[in-house]
């Protein structure tokens, strides 16, 4: 529909030029009718945090292949993205947003302002102390790289996706790496520690010290970090990359009275409209890392740190904006991450978290190869598939292949409350290159199956 001009417009404000600011603003712009304006703390606009890692790690050439968008693409669009802009407070009963001393009226908001570091107290570098890094912006992207290239010592500390990704991308450089976890096993959040000991032996095998059970003590060194503390010991380290886990940004959002969830993030309702004391607000929309979500194997409350979702999230404003009303629901969190020659995968729930929530599983871990055991190229492959009363609540998948398809198969299987007989049942396909001639899915789906008490062998 061609526009009658500027004033039948409604302003749309969107806080954060992340993976849900910029898709928003850009399907919004194609379907809608908004003067839109994007205001992001960040210096560059649309890039891949997702593939900073593999940058650091040498298969990307350089981080300017990671921006999928530059400022002039939104300019042409005709929407106005002020970068280096950080929204101070916004007033949510006169629709105002403030940057810099600058008041900016909103008909609409987005509120997508993601996560930040989180550092625990302990290990907060003095001002001073420099080669302390954490990983969220392609500049911190863009400095750890630069650190790497004259780095002898790098220790990594925290062994979640980011971390492990990381610790291959600093021993892949040659770079001497010690990865140090707080708990026993890698990964923890994603997948339970049997399967977390094949990341571990395979990070080994790549020149990555691993330690867990330990969290680090201090940081020590004068000008630029010398070492770290573990327990009593000093372990010598010239570059330092916390990466303990994020938190939802969320100060803008609590500062104006939007409610905040035991998650720490924003609380909405299905169409992701922000809850304050007067209700749901129809104008202010929240999506992305900043929002607590529902789960849908346990039902409780969390925060998905997943691009996928943010993207998501993205598609279901844009769809209330345009007055196509379209609810979020619960979600399985489906995760992979590309961990040097080994594809690591989850969805639905862990073993830790079906015990933190009081329900029983039972789980099957069949082990198999991507490809019939004589083609070239085969490699192994883990699938440990988990259920409560027979229905299946969580999968996780290694293998050198094919583990991102058996993910998001595995996703929809969840969502849809497949039980263990149906997976029995499975149909699968096959041929040489590609395959076994019986998953191994179904070897996984077997071995449960023989746990039950009482199942017919
Ligand atoms: C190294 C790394 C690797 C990752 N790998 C994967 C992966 O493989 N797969 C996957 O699914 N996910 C991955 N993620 C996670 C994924 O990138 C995030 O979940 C996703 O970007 C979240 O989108 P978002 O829009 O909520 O937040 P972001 O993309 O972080 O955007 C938030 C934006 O808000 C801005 N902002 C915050 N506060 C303000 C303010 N007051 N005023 C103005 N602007 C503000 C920030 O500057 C930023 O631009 C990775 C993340 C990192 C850091």
New binding site residues.
């Given amino acids: 529909m061609h526009s009658t001009g500027k004033s039948d417009k409604k302003k749309l404000i969107i806080?954060?030029?992340?993976?849900?600011?910029?898709?928003v603003a850009t399907s919004v712009k194609r379907h809608g009718n908004y003067d839109i304006t994007i205001?992001?703390?960040?210096s560059h606009a649309a890039y891949?945090?997702?593939?900073?890692?593999f940058v650091i790690s040498g298969e990307i050439k350089d981080f300017q292949s990671l921006i999928l968008r530059k400022k002039d693409f939104f300019r042409e669009m005709g929407i106005d993205l002020r970068l280096n802009?950080?929204?101070?407070s916004l007033d949510l009963e006169k629709r105002t947003v403030v940057?810099k001393g600058e008041k900016h009226h909103f008909d609409k908001l987005v509120i997508?302002?993601?996560?930040?570091s989180a550092v625990p107290d302990n290990l907060k570098p003095k001002d001073d102390l420099k080669n302390v890094f954490t990983?969220?912006?392609l500049e911190?992207?863009m400095k750890i790289d630069k650190a790497l290239e004259s780095a002898k010592n790098v220790v990594i500390i925290g062994g979640g996706?980011?971390g492990v990704?990381?610790a291959i991308a600093s021993a892949k450089k040659g770079v001497k790496t010690l990865l140090i976890n707080r708990g026993s096993s890698l990964l923890s959040h994603n997948i339970d520690p049997d399967m977390a000991d094949i990341v571990q032996e395979h990070l080994e095998s790549m020149g990555v010290n691993v330690i867990t059970g330990e969290a680090p003590r201090a940081l020590n060194g004068e000008d630029i970090v010398k070492s770290v503390t573990i327990s009593e010991e000093e372990f010598p380290a010239d570059t330092v990359i916390i990466s303990t886990g994020?938190d939802p940004?969320i100060?803008?959002a609590s500062d104006a009275g939007i409610e905040i969830g035991i998650t720490g993030g924003i609380i909405t309702n299905e169409y992701l409209q922000a809850k304050t004391d007067r209700g749901y607000d129809q104008d202010v929309y929240c999506?992305?890392?900043?929002?607590q979500l529902q789960n849908l194997v346990t039902g409780t409350p969390m925060i998905?740190?997943?691009?996928?979702?943010?993207?998501r999230?993205?598609g279901v404003i844009r769809n209330n904006l345009v007055s196509k009303p379209t609810p979020f629901g619960p979600i399985v969190n489906p995760?992979?991450?590309?961990i040097g020659e080994l594809q690591v995968g989850t969805v639905g729930i862990t073993s830790k978290e079906a015990k933190k929530h009081g329900i029983d599983i039972v789980s099957g871990l069949a082990t198999g190869t991507t490809r019939a055991g004589y083609f070239p190229g085969s490699t192994r492959i883990f699938i440990k598939l988990l259920f409560s009363n027979r229905i299946l609540v969580g999968a996780q998948v290694i293998g050198g292949e094919g583990v991102k398809e058996r993910i998001d198969g595995l996703s929809l299987a969840i969502r849809k409350k497949t039980t263990l007989d149906e997976l029995l049942n499975l149909e699968t396909c096959y041929t040489p290159p590609l395959s076994m001639l019986v998953d191994p899915l179904t070897f996984a789906a077997q071995g449960a199956h023989k746990k039950i008490p009482g199942s017919k062998k």
């Fill in positions: 806080v954060g030029g992340g993976a849900v600011g910029l898709a205001f992001s703390s960040d891949s945090q997702c593939g900073m890692p802009t950080t929204v101070k940057t997508a302002t993601g996560g930040r990983l969220r912006t911190d992207g996706g980011i990704e990381i994020t940004e100060k803008l999506g992305g890392e900043c929002v998905s740190q997943l691009a996928s979702t943010a993207r999230m993205a995760w992979v991450g590309a």
